[in-house]
């Protein structure tokens, strides 16, 4: 079956068919909440933040620029709306994370509910921007290129910053005895 | 780069499934070569493989409705709209008509289907952009029609030959630009350009009173 394009739906929506934008939101939303939801690690702030996105989507869909991908602009305006709820936190919160709270303990195998949690805060600790590169490249599938234009920045920056966030994320499950084998 | 930060861009490299046949026969050598770049390659797709198989959490319940349920009535405003440029409100483009000709460039990037009928007049796209009443003896004008596979409406030049107007309403698939140039014998040049190619698809010459 053919899916009608995120193009098609928008000129649709921008033509007087306003329902034609809930086929963008069914297509979007969960990627959008959970990328809100590992930069934020927090369900209500992803739950607003994803329906401000779109919100923010539909007010501004008259200015989609049609030469690139839907998806790259909307999930820049996720990335951007997470940050500014990052930002509207006290400075406390974001303590909580930087500092592992599990301690160093043997080297384990980690079964997968604890490796996804050992995660989640590992994600946290990261510093903002090695976060989202994080995001749009395993939770948003964003191809270098992809992530090169949502973040507006060279892709060999965009390269450089996944490599060291990988680099910081290994570092840090280790210090929570995660090893690889 | 250091032999590290090389063999850390090969191994990304292969993580992330871009890696070319000359970088992978590149990284096996490092592989074979280098216990330490293998105990790194190792710890890295372990990373990443649990980073790709993070359980996804499902929506919480409600939000898709209030999603829905909280967009505004309005139908979001498009771009198609009509644009108005006066050569005199613009003096570094007069001065520079009345010597080399005067470039004005609009970047247009508007939806297909956009011009409200009830102002385009009957179907007639010129009905938009511009009003009959200001249109007399000495405000002739003369008019562009666009019909193209990427862009549909007109550029209309109006106004007096003193004082001359380049109005567009255009709807268009996908960005392009409305290049209009003023010559010293009062003609205008319209040149309707895709942003992508930065090709020339349609041009036209137009002069207050007449479109040749």
């Known amino acids: 079956m053919n899916e009608e394009s995120d193009g098609a739906l928008v000129r649709r929506t921008c033509s007087g068919e306003p329902r034609a934008f809930e086929g963008l939101v069914r297509r979007h939303e969960k990627t959008v909440f959970n990328a809100a939801l590992r930069m934020l690690h927090d369900r209500e702030e992803a739950r607003d933040v994803t329906q401000t996105v779109f919100l923010k989507v539909y007010e501004h869909l008259g200015e989609y620029d049609p030469s690139h991908k839907f998806y790259s602009w909307i999930y820049r305006i996720a990335l951007n709306e997470s940050i500014k709820a990052l930002q509207r936190r006290k400075p406390t919160a974001a303590l909580d994370f930087e500092t592992p709270d599990g301690t160093a303990g043997p080297d384990r195998v980690f079964d997968q509910r604890e490796l996804s949690d050992s995660m989640a805060v590992a994600i946290m600790g990261l510093r903002t921007e090695h976060r989202a590169v994080i995001v749009l490249r395993h939770f948003m599938d964003c191809s270098y290129e992809d992530m090169a234009v949502i973040l507006e920045l060279p892709e060999k920056t965009v390269k450089s910053r996944l490599f060291t966030a990988r680099q910081a994320l290994k570092t840090a499950l280790e210090t929570r005895g995660w090893t690889s084998e | ?212």
Request: proline share 5%.
């Open chain 2, 1 to 212: 780069m250091t032999a590290q930060e090389h063999a850390l861009e090969l191994i990304n490299a292969e993580i992330d499934g871009v890696i070319t046949g000359t970088q992978k026969a590149e990284l096996n050598r490092l592989l074979l070569a280098d216990p330490a770049v293998r105990a790194l390659r190792d710890e890295l797709a372990g990373v990443c493989n649990a980073l790709d198989t993070m359980p996804r959490e499902d929506l919480p319940a409600g939000l898709h409705e209030a999603i829905v349920s909280g967009l505004p009535v309005a139908t979001p405003i498009s771009h198609a709209v009509a644009r108005r440029t006066s050569f005199a409100q613009r003096p570094l483009l007069r001065y520079a008509a009345a010597f080399a000709g005067g470039l004005l460039v609009s970047a247009l990037a508007f939806q297909l289907d956009r011009l409200d009928p009830s102002q385009a007049g009957q179907g007639a796209l010129a009905g938009t952009i511009a009003d009959a009443a200001h249109v007399d003896g000495s405000h002739a004008e003369a008019r562009m029609i666009v019909n193209l596979p990427q862009a549909q409406g007109s550029v209309t030049l109006t106004g007096t030959a003193a004082d001359p107007q380049v109005v567009t309403a255009l709807q268009s698939s996908q960005p392009v630009s409305i290049v209009t140039q003023l010559h010293g014998d009062g003609v205008v040049e319209v040149q309707v350009v895709d942003d992508a190619t930065a090709s020339v698809l349609q041009r036209g010459k137009l002069r207050i009173g007449s479109a040749r």
